[in-house]
């Protein structure tokens, strides 16, 4: 059994293993030069051949126990007809939603304009370098989705003011989105996916209404993951309450993001825990590396813990950081 699947199932918590979030990207050199000459991102998430080697490039360097497939979460916004481009210094720029067009949207066609994302994972697969190890397939949950697809931008400077304005056109969009995700995680886990990631990024700008936005959808795309018997995780990016998240929406396993209280939390969550540890830290010293990398580790001794990041690896990280981050994973004892 692969090590991250013993934390998850058997809860063995004698073993580290690791993962980072955002671990194929731009942080490696070799992304980069892949990067220069493919400005278009769509399109490279759409290559399986040069998304394979994306994947594999952490792997080749780093002791990781899982892969995590090279795509985006707005590859389901581009599946369902909506243009999306990622822009220079900018970040993503989505087009108007034609809801005539959703609605005559079907599962094959879908899966077909997706169809590069599942030949990647069917060939990562097989690959020997991924022996022992979890190959991660991965959504956008439905309340970060329905986000991106009406602020048509980054919401880092808020929402929209109308964003809430036309409420039927949110409702039916949330009903799409739990139909066309269910359809990506099946064809992922069909591919050769061993484990589903749901990113819900901006769920700490949910304001009221949780259970419409946050518990509702993630418990239906938990529960449907768990029907195809591929464990999941949930990171539920800058919510305030984690324990009642994971009370009322029981993922196998939760990624903490870098504002949780570690200690506070382990006395109010029982299941696997994954993440924590804020990213920027890898922009400091070593021994600072190795104070807060050594916290989330001894907090963590007695339960299963996965240790990855509370949020993607920053594109300024150097290489020689995240190698001692690795060897003092590794170390721990
Ligand atoms: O070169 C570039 O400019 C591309 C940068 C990049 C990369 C490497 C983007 C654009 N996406 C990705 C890959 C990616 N995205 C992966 C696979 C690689 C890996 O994890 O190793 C994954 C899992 C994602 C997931 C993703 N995309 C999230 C959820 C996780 C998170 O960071 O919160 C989100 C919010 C996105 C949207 C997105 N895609 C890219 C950017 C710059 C953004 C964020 C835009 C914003 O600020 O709103």
């Given at each position: ?22 671990q194929a ?6 992304f980069?030069?892949i990067?220069?000459?493919n400005?278009?991102f769509i399109e490279l998430c759409l290559n399986a051949e040069l998304s394979e080697q994306i994947t594999l490039q952490p792997l ?6 899982a892969a995590i497939i090279f795509s985006d979460i707005?590859m389901i916004?581009y599946g ?31 899966t077909d304009r997706m169809s590069p994302i599942y030949k990647l994972l069917q060939n990562l697969s097989k690959n020997?370098k991924l022996?022992?190890k979890d190959l991660i397939g991965f959504v ?44 990506h995680i099946?064809n992922q886990v069909n591919a050769g996916a061993t484990i589903i ?137």
């Amino acid at each position: 059994m692969t090590p991250i699947k013993e934390c998850l199932i058997n809860k063995k918590t004698n073993i580290n293993p690791m993962w980072l979030m955002r671990q194929a990207g731009r942080y490696l050199p070799e992304f980069r030069e892949i990067r220069k000459l493919n400005t278009n991102f769509i399109e490279l998430c759409l290559n399986a051949e040069l998304s394979e080697q994306i994947t594999l490039q952490p792997l080749d360097r780093f002791d990781f126990d899982a892969a995590i497939i090279f795509s985006d979460i707005l590859m389901i916004p581009y599946g369902l007809g909506q243009k999306v481009e990622f822009k220079k210094n900018f970040g993503p720029n989505l087009g108007e939603i034609n809801l005539n067009e959703l609605s005559d949207l079907d599962e094959l066609s879908f899966t077909d304009r997706m169809s590069p994302i599942y030949k990647l994972l069917q060939n990562l697969s097989k690959n020997k370098k991924l022996k022992n190890k979890d190959l991660i397939g991965f959504v956008g949950a439905p309340w970060t989705l329905l986000v991106y697809m009406i602020n048509k931008v980054s919401p880092k400077n808020g929402l929209s003011n109308n964003f809430f304005a036309d409420m039927e056109r949110v409702d039916y969009l949330l009903r799409i989105l739990d139909k066309f995700i269910k359809i990506h995680i099946k064809n992922q886990v069909n591919a050769g996916a061993t484990i589903i990631q749901i990113f819900d990024s901006w769920s700490g700008l949910i304001e009221k209404d949780f259970d419409k936005f946050l518990y509702n959808p993630t418990l239906s795309l938990v529960n449907f993951t768990k029907q195809l018997g591929v464990p999941v995780i949930c990171f539920p990016r800058g919510i305030s309450d984690y324990p009642l998240f994971c009370k009322n929406v029981k993922p196998d396993m939760v990624n903490i993001d870098y504002n949780v209280e570690p200690e506070n939390l382990l006395k109010n969550v029982s299941i696997p825990i994954q993440g924590g540890l804020d990213p920027k830290i890898l922009l400091t010293d070593k021994k600072s590396l190795k104070n807060e990398v050594t916290k989330y580790l001894e907090i963590f001794r007695d339960h299963p813990y996965v240790f990855n990041l509370g949020h993607g690896i920053l594109p300024e990280t150097r290489i020689d950081m995240v190698e001692e981050m690795v060897t003092i994973v590794r170390n721990f004892k």
